[in-house]
């Protein structure tokens, strides 16, 4: 049997798997649709294999600052992100990319896979979230359900519901204006 917190979240990364969050999901009365494809590992195939698939699309940026913080950013896919300027939007140190190793060991996830339901696996609380405000002006959003061959859609609110749920507060950032 899975070991659960009261949330019904998994203890562990190596735990958290794609019917792990649907049940999660589940448990919350959260609705959500998938669609299976091929494995998509960057924003440009995603783009290639999408059809009518209609919300929000993201790209999602494991981060780390100078001082050992951890950060996923979940931007709109096609939003440029200025990674040296980030760290003044989140109030942060020097930000860098997060090794995949690191990312499998806090959030479950291999490099392609990187989604906000990721914060399922982070039972330690170590990731900040940043939802990126153009991204958070769509009503539904799509995301990879943990693993890169398919893409869960979910309302706005109830993404921001099963972040909460996993103990995760998120934070809406800008990234459109200059500083």
Wanted: charged share 20%.
């Amino acid at each position: 049997m899975t070991d659960t917190l009261t949330t019904g979240a998994p203890t562990s990364p190596a735990l958290a798997t794609r019917a792990g969050l649907f049940a999660f999901l589940d448990r919350l009365g959260i609705s959500t649709s998938t669609i299976e494809h091929p494995p998509l590992h960057t924003v440009a195939e995603s783009q290639a294999l999408r059809g009518t698939i209609s919300g929000g699309h993201s790209k999602n940026l494991f981060l780390k600052d100078a001082k050992g913080e951890l950060f996923l950013l979940v931007a709109e896919e096609d939003r440029p992100i200025d990674m040296k300027t980030l760290h003044k939007r989140i109030g942060s140190a020097r930000l860098s990319f997060g090794k995949p190793e690191l990312m499998a060991e806090v959030l479950g996830v291999q490099p392609g896979s990187v989604t906000p339901f990721a914060a399922l696996c982070d039972t330690e609380k170590r990731v900040t979230i940043f939802l990126e405000a153009g991204l958070m002006a769509h009503e539904v959003m799509n995301f990879h359900p943990l693993e890169n061959t398919a893409t869960t859609t979910i309302r706005r609110d109830d993404l921001l519901a099963f972040l909460r749920a996993t103990g995760h507060e998120p934070h809406i950032v800008d990234v459109s204006t200059e500083i």
